[in-house]
């Protein structure tokens, strides 16, 4: 592992440990989850990649574009779901970097997902749960290319301080998303 993204790795740490027991996403890992809680897990992961996406230039993307596939699976209008505001600003390439960091690595936690999601509720890469095996992406080609972006482009310690400081926003973002989201679910 390159100094990069060693320095993204411990620059986020304490914030994606918390993630992973965010009261709305914990689900994805329980073998009990509900079709109704595997939804909203990710209509909260769709109002953060969705901004994220659009303010990378990327609402397009082929991985959104699956997670809306999926939640009209689960009967949810994509369109209709709140996002995030506030986002870190993605002005420019070191930011750009981590912003991607930050969604591509998420990927590989979605993969690592899937085989619970698909035990409990039958959902798969072929319906479902798309965004979650990266359908037809080359994610594992995708990350190993924007390692070596990282250690490139963020060879310069200024670029490496904005592009940790940018992850870190992000994933503080999310952590916020997730706790407002939840809270409007319970409340």
């Given at each position: ?20 027991k ?45 997670l ?57 890469a072929?319906r479902?749960?798309?965004?979650l ?35 870190a ?19």
């Amino acid at each position: 592992m390159g100094p990069a993204r060693q320095a993204l790795r411990a620059a986020t740490r304490e914030s994606h440990d918390r993630l992973d027991k965010a009261a709305v996403l914990q689900p994805l890992v329980r073998p009990d989850i509900t079709a109704d809680q595997y939804a909203r897990a990710l209509a909260v992961l769709h109002g953060f990649n969705a901004p994220v996406e659009r303010a990378l230039g990327e609402a397009g993307s082929a991985r959104m574009a699956l997670l809306r596939q999926d939640l009209r699976v689960l009967g949810t209008d994509p369109d209709a779901l709140p996002e995030l505001g506030g986002l870190p600003p993605l002005d420019n390439s070191p930011a750009r970097l981590a912003a991607r960091y930050v969604l591509d690595g998420s990927a590989h936690g979605g993969r690592a997902m899937l085989p619970g999601i698909t035990r409990a509720l039958g959902f798969d890469a072929r319906r479902g749960a798309r965004f979650l095996a990266s359908d037809g992406l080359d994610m594992a080609g995708a990350w190993k290319a924007l390692m070596v972006r990282l250690e490139e482009e963020l060879a310069d310690p200024a670029a490496l301080a904005v592009a940790c400081a940018t992850a870190a926003g992000l994933f503080a973002a999310l952590e916020r998303w997730t706790a407002e989201q939840w809270g409007e679910q319970r409340g």
